[in-house]
């Protein structure tokens, strides 16, 4: 299979936001793997003049664009997969994901967050980071392993959507900010147009369940995925009303919605469905199961929609 590489540029990137009208910049095979460089961060989050922390070329050549903008995320994409149509599914395996600069940033600003009420200010820290041993330190002192992993990967939304902002996930993926899609791990989404034009963005270095303070440690990625075309596996099949995913040792199901309630309801539902699909149990018994052996663990609660995953070990109940 073919490797593609999509470099980020002022053609290649665009600034928070999906639509179906936004036409592919590459279109592969089933089971191509595409490297992405994926920037991060607008010119009012850059280090201050005199910083030690440089700006990477290719992101001070876009802050220079000046590209239009619905949102803050850099969005590298979207790649088109021959022949996929809507009712399919794709299974994006996550190859691999690499620090693409010595720095991130971490922060919040007014009318933002989970604590908007108690923290009506901005703050903002810029994080030195250690590619070689894989570490950052904060500013305040405490050194802290990296997890990289993309906040956001998705594919096109439905054209009737219209032009919709990256902040809010929903059945398209998009900004899921869950910490478990590490390299090694696999994400599916429904198809919902021609191609289903997959892009990502929104690198993180570190983040912990909840991103309660609206940032993780942002930071510009490299990430390479293998994108596999699964026909007639669409928003049709209830395990597919929401994103679902898979790391080597879980099973994963998602919920996505303004209250974290409905959002732990949609989770649940669709592990039931997954456990009864793949094991043969009745919905009783998975519903037990669930109660027994599913950890259900809060995404993030600073995107409108908020999220749940449910985490189902792998072997528990099915291979």
């Known amino acids: 299979m073919a490797v593609h590489q999509v470099a980020a540029t002022p053609e290649t990137v665009r600034l928070g936001m999906f639509d179906a009208t936004i036409p592919p910049v590459l279109t592969i095979a089933s089971g191509d793997t595409v490297a992405l460089e994926c ?109 990289p992993f993309f906040g956001i990967m998705g594919v096109a939304p439905p054209a009737d959507w219209g032009r919709i902002s990256s902040r809010e996930p929903r059945l398209h993926g998009g900004n899921l900010d869950n910490r478990e899609l590490v390299a090694g791990s696999t994400l599916w989404l429904p198809v919902l147009v021609e191609g289903a034009n997959f892009s990502a963005g929104d690198g993180h270095g570190l983040q912990g369940d909840g991103e309660v303070c609206v940032n993780a440690l942002e930071m510009c990625l490299d990430g390479r995925f293998t994108l596999v075309l699964h026909k007639g596996h669409g928003v049709q099949d209830p395990i597919l009303l929401q994103p679902r995913a898979e790391t080597p040792t879980h099973f994963i199901t998602m919920g996505l919605n303004e209250d974290l309630g409905i959002a732990m309801k949609q989770a649940l539902r669709e592990m039931i469905a997954l456990i009864t699909t793949r094991s043969g149990l009745t919905r009783d018994e998975a519903y037990v199961s669930c109660s027994l052996a599913v950890d259900f663990r809060v995404t993030q609660t600073v995107n409108g929609e908020k999220g749940v995953h449910g985490m189902l070990r792998k072997g528990l109940l099915f291979a």
């Open 39 to 147: 920037l991060s961060g607008g010119p009012e989050v850059m280090p201050p003049p005199g910083s030690p922390l440089a700006i990477p070329t290719g992101l001070a050549a876009i802050h220079a664009a000046n590209p239009a903008r619905l949102g803050t995320h850099m969005l590298t994409g979207p790649v088109a997969v021959a022949g996929a149509m809507p009712g399919d599914m794709l299974e994006v395996r996550i190859e691999a994901v690499e620090p693409a600069a010595d720095w991130g940033y971490c922060g919040f600003r007014p009318l933002a967050g989970t604590l908007p009420e108690d923290f009506p200010h901005r703050y903002m820290s810029h994080i030195p980071v250690d590619r070689a041993r894989g570490v950052c330190r904060l500013p305040w002192g405490p050194e802290l392993k990296l997890r």
